[in-house]
Each structure stands twice: as structure tokens, then as C-alpha cells.
Nanobody, 121 residues
């Protein structure tokens, strides 16, 4: 069984910063991609940032220059440093990982339970 646990629930004022953390635990052979999605009320879930095990990153345009994703492959962890936060960043943020549980396994996606980020104006 694989579990992704997020931390960093926060209420912050516009212009402030917040750091989210996520660690994957359980039977894990390899993680190829880790990342963050978010879902605001009444909106579809959208990708925020992803990072491969090789260090390649991808960001949604609305967070470029403000958010930074990083990984600690040894800890199966991913982080999201969020700076210059805006009220429109308010959402539930979900950690995700594409991984294999065993060498012979298929790649599969796993999700955290989500953590609320609220940015007040």
C-alpha cells in the first residue's frame, strides 16, 4: 500500500509565502514523477507543477516565477514553495506521484488527501 501525506495547511495574506510538503510511503520501487495539483471551489482540478526524477520541471503559466517545486528522491518527498501568493491561489492542493510499487509493476498514479491553502486579500 502506498500513501501520500501532505503538510502545510495555511492561511496567508496576499503577497505572503507558504511551503507545502508531501512524502510518499509504503511499498515503492520507483517514482518517476511527483507534483502538485489544485482545485478551487467550482473549478476543475488543474496541474500546478510537476517534477521528474531527473529534475525536469513543468509549471502552469499562472504560477511561473512565483512557485518552485523541488524533490528529495531519497525521501520520496516533493515540496512546493509558494511566494507572492494571490487570492486566486486559494484552493485545495493535492500531491501526486506516478510510481511503481515493484520492479514488474505498471506505472500508476497516487494522490494525497489534499491540503487547504487560503490566501486572503
Amino acid at each position: 500500500q502506498v500513501e501520500l501525506v501532505e503538510s502545510g495547511v495555511g492561511l496567508v495574506q496576499a503577497g505572503g509565502s507558504l511551503r507545502l510538503s508531501c512524502a510518499a510511503s509504503g511499498s515503492i520501487f520507483s517514482i518517476i514523477v511527483m507534483g502538485w495539483y489544485r482545485q478551487a471551489p467550482g473549478k476543475q482540478r488543474e496541474v500546478v507543477a510537476t517534477m521528474t526524477d531527473g529534475g525536469k520541471t513543468n509549471y502552469v503559466d499562472s504560477v511561473k516565477g512565483r512557485f518552485t517545486i523541488s524533490r528529495d528522491n531519497a525521501k520520496n518527498a516533493v515540496y512546493l514553495q509558494m511566494n507572492s501568493l494571490k487570492p486566486e491561489d486559494t484552493a485545495v492542493y493535492y500531491c501526486t506521484a506516478i510510481l511503481k510499487r515493484y520492479r514488474w509493476d505498471n506505472w500508476d498514479s497516487y494522490w494525497g488527501q489534499g491540503t487547504q491553502v487560503t490566501v486572503s486579500s
